[in-house]
């Protein structure tokens, strides 16, 4: 049951609620104004949700699974996956990202490293690992000419 709910997109709602109260309730922003603030965080908000529908545009087309605890049928490294291993968690940090300028929650910037950590060792390690016992040599190539995040 906890493996069910225990998912990033709910990591993300969580950080984007706290975001959200601490912007509501304490607006520390700098004032970033409307070309950094709305231009820059509309980007990686559209960006970050551009690059998840692409990632998971790639699993579907290779009949693998895109759920973080399942066994993946096959291992992907094309299309986006040929930039980044995670693109599915870099569209969140970025949607994140997006969301904390567009928000001026400056505050709360300090949620982008804790998300990212969040999602090295709950999500990112276990997957790398069921893949590198899955796909030996295949995965062990790919991951050297693929960077994890960028």
Known sequence: ????????????LGCLCLAWVQKSLLPLGLGFGPVWADLLGGLLVG??????LLALLDLRRARTTFMPHQEPERLVTSGVFRLSRNPIYLGDVMILAGFLLFWDAVPSLVLLPIYVWLLEKRFI??????????????????ETQTRRWL
């Open 125 to 142: 390690e276990p997957e790398e690992a069921r893949l590198r016992r899955k796909f030996v040599a295949e995965f062990h190539k790919y």
């Open 1 to 12: 049951m906890l493996r069910k709910v225990d998912l990033p997109p709910l990591w993300l």
């Open 47 to 52: 960006g970050g949700v551009l690059l998840l």
